[in-house]
């Protein structure tokens, strides 16, 4: 079965990019730098020769409500992820072969930023949009992807990284926090589908 990985903002903080460093390291936003922007850009692309220093991430309280929350092990940002030391030690082995390790500091010492570079297809008969253009149904052809254990789709910009059951499990097994983990896969919300319509 393949999930979805999904930051739990309700119960984590997220991250902030250093602007500072972002301008010195790769520029001001233009059409020649946008590609590289790792701090707007999400796309499935390598930074080796772009970023040749740890990034700086900071794990800020900004609204009110954030005050009860807790920097995480995980973070998911528009598909890619933070990792701290604890998860990189156990997710590692799992999904190197799939993407990209850049170092990060941050707060609470020394983590990792990760880009899933495999891509999928969806499988087309999984997968639907309804009138408004929302993703309602999404499926891939698992013999397709069952030797990544995390990938990504075109199909919807690369916003949100899909695992294997695999990593799902190392990552309950070690409890490591900052995720809602669903197997709806068209799912963008850190919660069950259903409570979103009820609040809405």
Known sequence: MLYTLIHDS??????YFDDAQILRVIGELSDSTV???IDVNG????YKGIINEPLNFS?????????NKKI????EDKGRLFL???????????????GEFLPVTYENGQGYFYIPLRVANV??????????????????????????SLFRTEYNGYMHPYCQEVLKTAIEEEQLT???ITNDLANIFPCDRSQVAKVN
Do not use: C, M
Not at 43 to 46: C, E, K, Q, V
Not at 84 to 97: C, D, G, H, Q
Not at 131 to 144: A, P, Q, R, T, Y
């Open 35 to 37: 590609d590289k922007r």
């Open 43 to 46: 796309i499935p692309r390598s």
């Open 72 to 75: 995480p092990d995980l973070v």
């Open 84 to 98: 701290s030391a604890r998860a990189y030690k156990v997710l590692k082995p799992l999904i190197e072969n799939d």
């Open 123 to 148: 499988d087309t008969a999984t997968t639907h949009k309804n009138e408004w253009d929302e993703i309602v149904s999404l499926g891939f052809n698992e013999e397709e992807v069952k030797d990544w």
């Open 178 to 180: 900052g995720l809602y």
């Open 59 to 67: 794990f800020p309280i900004i609204e009110k409500e954030d005050k």
């Open 10 to 15: 309700n119960n984590y903080l997220d991250f």
